[in-house]
């Protein structure tokens, strides 16, 4: 069986120019640099990393939100990369999208039954007599009740706003969702509320999705499978709970060792692998793997060249970029 | 003794809708070298309680209603404004929530940090640069020279707090307010900056009250933790006794809806309910309404903080004081 979202090699560069009548490209971030990844449907993959490593470039160009600059993206067995206009449209009901904010992810004057409606009627989805009926179906799929139709979003709390974001992303009925940090902006009781719902509406409507988080506690909740970035290339990834349990790339050890546990004697005893520094910028990356000035097993070899994604072992699925794997 | 002991402190935000009873009458201690942890979810009044202290909350809407605050043979609540700025920044700093916002855009993070030695220590410049460099080096940060002529948007978001740091710890003050501190960081930057505050704590003997709702970084940096909720502390203990022995459903609604408490894909537990407007008067216990423990009694008797098992242990349950008294 083919996978039901590939992505090949996958490049998302931003040139920043110069000059404002013969702008020339001074110089190129390159937020997502070659990355490769497959999700199997109804399977849920979680993308984790620190701020600033393309893990929202990566969600938004895989939507083609942001152009692709090289590489290929296929979702059930079609290249996305050279679609263009209705053809694409007729393409994005598949795939949607859910914003961590819902403060800001929601037209301040324009009522749950506008939101809702809006891409309902853009996409020709019901006919539109149907429109109220739909619109409530959508609003119970997400535990909201219809009779708050009218309402606008001020009116509704963090974690029903939230609601509304998923209902939106549900109206088309999309295949595939990008969820990025859903549940960032909300508190721990509502929080769990949201994971539930995303996991219940995964099993009803056999959704796949690419959950985008810097919380590691979460994504470790909730995905199937698990890819670590840093700096616009995918370290490590494999079964989640293999990655979370075995890590394998020194990057994924530091990061998983620095989650706090919400258990008071683990965390007296436990020992952190502190990170010296900050990430390096996109703009001007190290020489070889891009993790060396912060590793702590790098070699002469880590210096000057990279590693591509390679098996960790016979017995495992998992798939690290690490010179050394295995000697550490 | 304790460094600071705060006793009944109310704080209400007089607002067109009604009075918003933020914190309704709550007392904490805290010993010099400890540090005490307040969780609590947005709107449970843990971050105007702290801000009361130093006499940040805006005045009108908000009025501080009642309490004392001791620090030092001194009520903070009713110090002048004067005698008040003679301790805020000196003998008490506070670290806020977010890097972005709280360093000022247009001054040079070195002007930025020896402000609070030029306004309370008769200090030279000169010298007050060398102590702002060294404070930096404390912090992590190298290149001082260059550092300081910097401006704030030349450094990442885990660099600005950790000036942020920096800047609340030059003086070397008593308590230390942390709001926040690491919410908007990335896991391995809040390492750092967690482990940074504790070394700093032990060198200069520091009492820290940590704020924030991710129970992770309680249980690593708290000695003792208070549970907020509708702005009254609902338990407190020490850090084992309310992840071990916790006697509020609250606090165990709290630790059973957090992701890491269950295996993967497990349905996780959640409070069902939104948490309590707080312009009405609750007759009862607030958290009676979303409560899976609630008696009738619950709705109609407002409970007070009784100490359980352990001494240094209270809870604010009927319940639970009734089955403890049995």
Redesign the interface.
Known sequence: MSEFLEVENLKTHFPIYEGSFFPKVKAVVKAVDGVSFHVKRGEILGLVG??GCGKSTLGRTVLRLLDITEGRVSLDGRDLAPIKGKELNRYRTQMQMIFQDPYASLDPRMTVYDTLAEPLMVHNIVPKADLTKEVSRLMNTVGLAPRFMKKYPHEF??GQRQRISIARALALRPKLIVADEPVSAL???I???I??LL?DLRKELDLTMIFIS?D???V???SDRLAVMYLGKIVETGD??EVFENPQHPYTK??L???????????RD?K?I?????PPSPLNPPTGCSFHPRCAYATAECKTTSQNLAPVGKNSQTLAACHRIGQF | MALISVKDLKTYFHTRNGVVRAVDGISFDVEAGKTLGIVGESGSGKSVSQYSLLGLIPMPPGKIESGTAMFDGQDLLKLSGEKLRKIRGKRISMIFQDPMTCLNPYMKIGDQLIEPLLTHFDISHEDAMKKAAQALKNVGIHETEKRLNSYPHQFSGGMRQRVMIAMALITEPELLIADEPTTALDVTVQAQVLDLIKKLQQEINTAVIFITHDLGVIAGVADEVAVMYGGKIVERGSTDDIFYNSQHPYTKALMASIPATHAHGERLYTIEGLPPNLTKAIPGCSFAPRCGECEDYCKTTKPELEVMESPSHESACLKYQKEHRA
Request: glycine content about 4%.
């Open positions: 620190e701020s709390s963090g508190d721990v009781s929080q769990s509320q994971l539930n996991l810097h590691l506690s979460v470790r909740y909730i989640s709970k530091a990061l060792s620095a989650i706090p546990q919400p258990d008071p004697k683990r965390e436990s952190r502190l990170l010296e520094g900050d």
